[in-house]
T-cell receptor, first 111, second 109 residues
Framework: NAGVTQTPKFRVLKTGQSMTLLCAQDMNHEYMYWYRQDPGMGLRLIHY???????AKGEVPDGYNVSRLKKQNFLLGLESAAPSQTSVYFC??????????FGPGTRLTVT | AQRVTQPEKLLSVFKGAPVELKCNYS??????LFWYVQYSRQRLQLLLRHISRESIKGFTADLNKGETSFHLKKPFAQEEDSAMYYCALRENAGNMLTFGGGTRLMVKP
């Protein structure tokens, strides 16, 4: 099993550009999450999903959109990137057990 | 509202010294507390949780409800313990985690 994978690993965007980050998991997990990691602020939840076709806002949802059309995939979109969105983005998934399984991260720089 | 605080951003110790990474939380219900670790160039992974009351890689953590703390301890630090450590809280009925700001542990030879 690959676990949780993220595409791409790195990306540089210019202000105003758009992009989509893809998260995929092969563990048949119901729950999926998108976090951003910033120095000193830990991981903050952007959006999450409790099942296929459902999404919900987390702590810092502004400027991001998500979709969960397939159970194994959770997409994070930036419609108009801003420098404040420079961060490392992590996807995670879990079933009803306690452990969240994380992807390797996507390092995004917005200039 | 729930909140997790890790007061130290950086903790530097020598190999063989004891280590304590502090974590304090505020939550009105019955929390579940976790420690996650991120080694260099690796993904975040679960280290331990308070319910299991187990020792992983020599680390232990005890939930102190009176002091609302969940400090991570190890009696003798090793160089391979150098990593970023995150304390996290989960509401009893949910599947969302609230993370602290993280503490970078550096174990010097």
């Amino acid at each position: 099993n690959a676990g949780v994978t993220q595409t791409p690993k790195f990306r540089v965007l210019k202000t105003g550009q758009s992009m989509t980050l893809l998260c995929a998991q092969d563990m048949n997990h119901e729950y999926m999450y998108w976090y951003r990691q910033d120095p000193g602020m830990g991981l903050r939840l952007i959006h999450y999903s409790v099942g296929e076709g459902t999404t919900a806002k987390g702590e810092v949802p502004d400027g991001y959109n998500v979709s969960r059309l397939k159970k194994q995939n959770f997409l994070l979109g930036l419609e108009s990137a801003a420098p404040s969105q420079t961060s490392v983005y992590f996807c995670a998934s879990t079933d009803r057990e306690y452990e969240q399984y994380f992807g390797p991260g996507t390092r995004l720089t917005v200039t | 509202a729930q909140r997790v605080t890790q007061p130290e951003k950086l903790l530097s110790v020598f190999k063989g010294a004891p280590v304590e990474l502090k974590c304090n939380y505020s939550y009105s219900g019955s929390p579940e507390l976790f420690w996650y670790v991120q080694y260099s160039r690796q993904r975040l992974q679960l280290l331990l949780r308070h319910i299991s009351r187990e020792s992983i890689k020599g680390f232990t953590a005890d939930l102190n409800k009176g002091e609302t703390s969940f400090h991570l301890k190890k009696p003798f630090a090793q160089e391979e313990d150098s990593a970023m450590y995150y304390c996290a809280l989960r509401e009893n009925a949910g599947n969302m985690l609230t993370f602290g700001g993280g503490t970078r542990l550096m174990v010097k030879p």
